[in-house]
Antibody, heavy 118, light 111 residues
């Protein structure tokens, strides 16, 4: 059974760096073809794809946010970490991590709401 | 503004069929057979309903089907049921630079 859970701060101040951790079970990030991605959703708005890391450490980022994002994995801990620098109130959103296959996200975490406010 | 264009809302009565469109470009939907569709109920995480354009994950009802024509992908739900009322999002691979883009979402109301 594949499960994922996001964790991190619920409130960050403008200009701060956000660090989110996705802890998963039921699969290994050393298995060929497997990845973990991050997607966010501002309140009442659409989903936005952010970043993705594959089993072979290939990393992909949203072009519009690439300069602010870093994704890493710790295979031994079954964790993927996303950092986003220079947070702004417009970054207020629910952040999801998801198990990835080529072209789709088949298992999602419950999401974590991050509010950016001073 | 989302990269893929979906109607903001669609509606149908129980038992009817509805189709949600997802219009992209020749750089995403039109070039790859990597469109996926997600269902999201209020306050819940998205759920994969269709992948690779027309494939259904195990456990997803065969009332849900996907297709593509040119730069437009479509999700069809037949035999509408009350529990189908949700937001639906399309997503497409968009090449190695952009990588992946979502649609703006469609709210389905079952009348």
């Amino acid at each position: 059974q594949i499960t994922l859970k996001e964790s991190g701060p619920t409130l960050v101040k403008p200009t701060q760096t956000l660090t989110l951790t996705c802890t998963f079970s039921g699969f290994s990030l050393s298995t060929s073809g497997v990845g973990v991605g991050w997607i966010r959703q501002p309140p009442g708005k659409a989903l936005e794809w952010l970043a993705l890391i594959y089993w072979d450490d290939d990393k992909r980022y949203s072009p519009s946010l690439k300069s602010r994002l870093t994704i890493t994995k710790d295979t031994s801990k079954n964790q993927v970490v996303l950092t986003m620098t220079n947070m702004d109130p417009v970054d207020t959103a629910t952040y999801y991590c998801a198990h990835r296959r080529r072209g789709y996200s088949d298992y999602w975490g419950q999401g974590t709401l991050v509010t950016v406010s001073s | 503004q989302s990269a893929l264009t979906q109607p903001a809302s669609v509606s149908g009565s129980p038992g009817q069929s509805i189709t949600i469109s997802c219009t992209g470009t020749s750089s995403d939907v039109g070039s790859y057979n990597l469109v996926s569709w997600y269902q999201q109920h209020p306050g819940k995480a998205p759920k994969l309903m269709i992948y690779e354009g027309s494939k259904r994950p195990s456990g997803v009802s065969n009332r849900f089907s996907g297709s593509k024509s040119g730069n437009t992908a479509s999700l069809t739900i037949s035999g509408l049921q009350a529990e189908d009322e949700a937001d639906y999002y399309c997503c497409s691979y968009a090449g190695s630079s952009t990588f992946e883009v979502f649609g703006g979402g469609t709210k389905l109301t079952v009348l």
